[in-house]
């Protein structure tokens, strides 16, 4: 499978800032997700990253909060906006990956992000 | 609202052992079928997928899916304390709809 990094690995962070993940895989792919994990809980889908085009957005997530870009096909970034409290989560980025037409998803290592 | 269902646990067994670990779904038309294991302060690593119903064995993990029932489950033979994790289901309804529902995960510990 391939290769996924994200930068930070972790941070701690204020309220109201903003803080920008990053998601690089080592091969070319078709679909890039983010997720959140906030404590405790299993993964929510927050988007689908889209190559040249707007992510699309899950219920309750929002552009505004949560702006991706996906520039080219091993690439993409999540942005997470005027930062609370609540939004101390892990955040993972996986990639689909089409062997033979089966739908698996591989995780990167992770964002844990502390909001002070 | 789709959802997944497992069992959160804990689930204890003894080393050498057979754990069960079970998983519904509610959305019936769902095509694809997911065990990731996490360890703690971990990402997910995908172990096991099954597509059809019966049974789809690989080394010690063996999945299982009655999609009659909406049940897929786990099945761990010879469980080592190195498979002590938190298990999570996870479903996608197939289609040009990528997306997984996750369940919230069982914690197994399996005891020396």
């Known amino acids: 499978s391939a290769v996924i990094s994200q930068k930070p690995s972790r941070d701690i962070c204020q309220r109201g800032t903003s803080l920008t993940i990053q998601c690089q895989v080592d091969?070319?792919?078709?679909?890039m997700f983010w997720y959140r994990q906030q404590p405790g809980q299993s993964l929510t889908l927050i988007a689908t990253?889209?190559?040249?085009?707007?992510?699309?957005?899950e219920s309750g997530f929002v552009i505004d909060k949560f702006p991706i870009s996906r520039p080219n096909l091993t690439f993409s970034t999540l942005t997470v906006s005027n930062m609370s409290p609540e939004d101390s989560s892990i955040y993972l980025c996986?990639?689909?990956?089409?062997?033979?037409?089966?739908?698996?998803?591989?995780f990167g290592p992770g964002t844990r992000l502390t909001v002070l | 609202q789709k959802e997944v269902e497992q069992n959160s646990g804990p689930l204890s067994v003894p080393e050498g052992a057979i754990a069960s670990l079970n998983c519904t779904y509610s959305?019936?038309?769902?095509?694809?079928f997911f065990w990731y294991r996490q360890y703690s302060g971990k990402s997910p690593e995908l172990i096991m997928s099954?597509?059809?119903?019966g049974d789809k064995e690989d080394g010690r993990f063996t999945a299982q899916l009655n999609k009659a029932s909406q049940y897929v489950s786990l099945l761990i033979r010879d469980s080592q304390p190195s498979d002590s994790a938190t298990y999570l289901c996870?479903?996608?309804?197939?289609?040009?709809?990528?997306?997984?529902?996750f369940g919230k995960g069982t914690l197994l510990t399996v005891n020396p």
């Open positions: 990253a889209n190559q040249g085009s707007e992510a699309t957005y």
């Open positions: 099954i597509y059809s119903n």
């Open positions: 959305d019936r038309v769902s095509q694809s």
């Open positions: 996986s990639v689909r990956e089409d062997l033979l037409g089966y739908n698996e998803q591989f």
């Open positions: 091969s070319q792919v078709t679909m």
């Open positions: 996870a479903v996608n309804s197939g289609g040009s709809n990528y997306k997984l529902t």
